[in-house]
């Protein structure tokens, strides 16, 4: 589906071209410190910082790798429910699935915001790194934030993808029957 342009079209680029930065810088980090595990391991002499490291650099990677899912309505949802449900589930599911999504990223939010604060009012440590934990437990909100932004992108600029298998065949399916019209 083609992207239609909005008001928020070079926002939503800013946000998503930092999302690739952040998931680009993580990966790689992953496999800098996991090569540097393997060697040395083989070399008899491990270096105890790197299980940690590419544990924390893991866990930035997957939940900004989340919510990015969600930036062009690419993210999983469960359509065999509404494919069989009634009429009226059908009709808003797509509503359905924005207030399901975005409450979810609300919890991860709030829940995120309140794990850090612990975090830092603990002054929670990393064991081998020494770096606070609350550099880690932030990537909770952030995520949860960048999900909500990405919920809205799909709704205003990639909407048709939001929408269910069957409604897409049934909205392709009039759209062949005016063009031969």
Known sequence: M??????????????????????????????VTI????IGR???HPFAWTEETSRY????????????????AESSRVTLLVMVGPKWLKKFSEILYAVVVVAFFGFMVVWGIEVVRQQIMMREMGTALQIPMYVIGICVPVSGILGIIGV???F????????????QKEDKKDTEERGEE
């Open 2 to 31: 083609e992207r239609k342009k909005t008001v928020l079209s070079k926002f939503f680029d800013i946000v998503n071209g930092l999302e690739n930065v952040v998931l680009a810088v993580m990966v790689i980090g992953m496999v």
């Open 35 to 38: 090569l540097l595990q393997i």
């Open 42 to 44: 083989i070399i008899g």
């Open 57 to 72: 650099l893991f866990l930035w990677m997957m939940f900004v790798a989340l919510a990015a899912g969600f930036n062009q």
């Open 152 to 154: 809205v992108q799909s």
């Open 156 to 167: 205003l600029e990639y909407h048709g993808n939001v929408a269910i298998p069957e409604r």
